[in-house]
């Protein structure tokens, strides 16, 4: 099956900074979703793109299909941004596939 | 539009015992999905239903488990004999049938077995 695969795992910031999550995956998809999982546990969708790029606020994405990578980019963040980013892609018109996510916390 | 939701939010149950969960999609929704999150990893698909039909098992779906989607809209997710191994988080979540890789989930319910 598709693999996917996040980076960095862990990220630590002072709050005001910027930053950017990379997802790789290894094989074609159809769509594309990063979700931000709270601290009690819902995820929350931040973007659906399957490629391209889409800004909402300070949070945007951007997905090149071609090269199987997407990248989550979160600038001037806050404290509330902590939590788990997960990267899921859907090949077959039917699961996601997730992957092991990048824990972020920002510090303030 | 109330979102996905999921009951009962947390259970604790000794081993051996059955539990249920169930899950209330989003009401156009015709796809239904199951998933499992352990701790310190991404949620693992199980299953998942259009409309009233269950379409595809995970191998994760062990004959200990069995899921239902009676009428088409929600669904509850039957563990019998739990073992410890089961504990987790349990996602539920729904997706529109022409945009199926946009699915929204549920809070979730986290089972402790013990």
């Known amino acids: 099956g598709i693999q996917v695969e996040q980076s960095p795992p862990d990220l630590i910031l002072q709050e005001g900074a910027n930053s950017t999550l990379r997802c790789n995956f290894s094989d074609s998809v159809n769509n594309l979703q990063w979700f931000h999982q709270n601290p009690w546990g819902q995820l929350i969708n931040l973007f659906y793109i399957p490629s391209g790029t889409k800004q909402n606020g300070r949070l945007s994405a951007t997905t090149v299909a071609t090269e199987r990578y997407s990248l989550l980019y979160i600038s001037s963040s806050q404290t509330t941004d902590s939590g788990v980013y997960f990267c899921a892609v859907e090949t077959s018109g039917s699961r996601l596939t997730f992957g092991e996510g990048t824990q972020l916390t920002v510090n303030p | 539009d109330t979102g996905v939701s999921q009951n009962p939010r947390h259970k604790i149950t000794k081993r051996g015992q059955n539990v249920t969960f169930r899950c209330d999609p989003i009401s156009e929704h015709n796809r239904l999905y199951w998933y499992r999150q352990t701790l310190g990893q991404g949620p693992e698909f199980l299953t998942y239903?259009?409309?009233?039909?269950?379409?595809?098992k995970s191998r994760l779906l062990s004959d200990r488990f069995s899921a239902e989607r009676p009428k088409g809209s929600f669904s509850t997710l039957e563990i019998q004999r739990t073992e410890q191994g089961d504990s987790a988080m349990y996602l539920c979540?729904?997706?529109?049938?022409?945009?199926?890789?946009?699915?929204?989930f549920g809070q979730g319910t986290r089972l402790t077995v013990v």
């Open positions: 239903f259009q409309n009233e039909a269950q379409l595809e």
């Open positions: 979540a729904s997706s529109p049938l022409m945009r199926t890789g946009r699915a929204f």
